[in-house]
């Protein structure tokens, strides 16, 4: 852990202050005690008067307490920043920890840290996110955890039973991709189940609106290349709590696809491509046909209006016309199902990888559309449109 240096007005570093080695061990002693959930050692980093007020976010005893069931195996705290005026500082902070075995990598999340010293040693009075950076689960609230066979369920505000219904569909969606995709993954899943809508958009760092009717996002790297921690299925509970069994089910085992696809899925890949397939395997073995599971293109096509081209990645911004977000996932399925149709179910794998070799998106899925499948981008969209017309209107 590296505590950045002062600089004086000039721009040049100044003397080091022996302030910053006593904030590195008081959070160095704070992170342990946190690890280790040892509650004498981590009040011994807190001021007394760092309670926080009912509005704010949680921080000290009432963050500790509420990760007492969060299964850490490791939280440490990376300096990046120590502003200090007299018996006040405040510190820049990267919170990194990892998930007892479902991490590989640890997790970054920004902290701000307020501290004032008193009879010759510093404490924290206030540890919250950083300003733009995402709130944790536990700022919310205390954390409940469901373990499932393959999954791991965070909750705040959710009874038990809610979170064991959530690990149940996620036990099923692990396998389901496995069959699907291939068990070169590492076959978990975590799911986090915040409050409300709200408390979703707070994970991500995002407005409310922007994910209203969305029923969960996956966080991650994009192109992990195995070297990216786990990605965390965040679920918007109130528009996911308006879907049946069957709805919630594909849900889950579409999140958990992008899971699985994480390390083969780079900015070459086109959504159309990341989220059609996620879908593909979501409705996978259903039974139910095109026109079921694609209503708005389905009505498009019945009016004679036919796609021109496959769908852009704009098309997939979330707060955007909730018609042209169906249409855009509901063609990229379409791609997805009529590759398997066609070529079958080891060929789009092998194309879904393909593409994401690449590390830029031009010439990407056209060369992957060469070498998988033997066609060219023109071929390949007048014989989706040709199959949109067969299974839809």
Request: proline share 5%; with cysteine.
């Amino acid at each position: 852990m590296l505590l950045a240096a002062l600089v004086g007005c000039g721009g040049q570093p100044s003397a080091p202050d022996s302030a910053q080695s006593a904030v590195r061990r008081l959070l160095e002693h704070r992170a342990t005690a946190v690890l280790h959930r040892d509650l004498s050692g981590f009040l011994t980093t807190e001021a007394p008067t760092g309670q926080p007020q009912a509005d704010e976010l949680a921080t000290g005893r009432e963050e500790f307490d509420n990760l007492a069931e969060v299964p850490l195996a490791a939280w440490a705290y990376r300096v990046t920043g120590f502003h200090r005026s007299g018996d006040r500082a405040t510190v820049d902070a990267d919170l990194r920890y990892r998930l007892t075995g479902y991490d590989r990598a640890p997790i970054t999340a920004g902290r701000t840290l307020t501290l004032v010293r008193s009879a010759g040693r510093w404490y924290v009075t206030s540890d919250e996110p950083a300003k733009k950076s995402a709130v944790q689960l536990w700022d919310q609230g205390a954390v409940e955890v469901v373990r499932g066979a393959h999954s791991l369920v965070l909750g705040v505000g959710r009874t038990d039973a809610e979170l064991k219904r959530y690990a149940s569909l996620a036990d099923r969606a692990v396998p389901a991709v496995s069959e699907a995709w291939g068990t070169d993954w590492a076959r978990k899943v975590v799911v986090v189940v915040p409050e409300s809508l709200a408390g979703m958009a707070g994970l991500l760092g995002a407005q409310a609106s922007a994910y209203r009717g969305i029923a969960a996002v996956t966080t991650g790297e994009v192109g992990g290349a195995g070297k990216a921690p786990a990605d965390r299925v965040v679920v918007n509970p109130e528009a996911y709590g308006v879907l049946g069994d069957f709805g919630r089910q594909v849900v889950l085992t579409h999140e958990t696809t992008h899971v699985a696809t994480r390390t083969h899925t780079t900015p070459a890949t086109p959504l159309w491509l990341s989220e059609g397939y996620a879908d593909w395997v979501g409705y996978r073995g259903s039974g139910r046909g095109a026109a079921q599971i694609a209503p708005e293109l389905d009505t498009a096509m019945s009016q004679g209006d036919v796609p021109a081209a496959l769908p852009a990645d704009g098309d997939f911004a979330f707060g955007s016309d909730a018609g042209k977000l169906a249409r855009a996932y509901e063609g990229g399925w379409m791609a997805c199902r009529m590759i398997a149709d066609h070529w079958g179910e080891v060929r789009l794998d092998e194309f879904y990888r393909a593409v994401g070799e690449h590390d830029t998106r031009p010439g990407a899925v056209a060369a992957a559309l060469k070498s998988v499948l033997d066609t060219t981008p023109a071929a390949f969209t007048a014989r989706w449109q040709a199959y949109l017309r067969a299974q839809l209107g």
